[in-house]
């Protein structure tokens, strides 16, 4: 027998991504290779970046899937 599991939204209700702006800078206009430090940086950052932009396609494919339902009047 099947149960049946309630659709859950999403469980959050902000999206945000706090970016050091100049040691990401500092990072990118570097003349040459990444310290270890550096580099784990620039992947975490990486990695912050990519759930929030998650986040976004979530909600932004709820809005498109509740669009469908319009009757197309603008």
């Known amino acids: 027998m099947r ?12 999206v945000s ?3 050091p702006r100049y ?3 500092k990072a990118v206009f570097k003349q040459n290779y990444l310290s270890d430090d550096e580099r ?3 992947r975490a950052l990486d990695w912050k970046a990519e ?6 396609k979530y909600v ?8 469908l339902k319009t009757t197309g009047k603008a």
């Open 3 to 14: 149960s049946y599991i309630e659709p859950k939204l999403c469980d959050f209700n902000l």
């Open 17 to 19: 991504l706090r970016v």
């Open 23 to 25: 040691k990401l800078l």
């Open 40 to 42: 784990r940086f620039c």
């Open 51 to 56: 759930s929030a932009e998650n986040k976004i």
């Open 60 to 67: 932004r494919s709820l809005c498109a899937k509740a669009l």
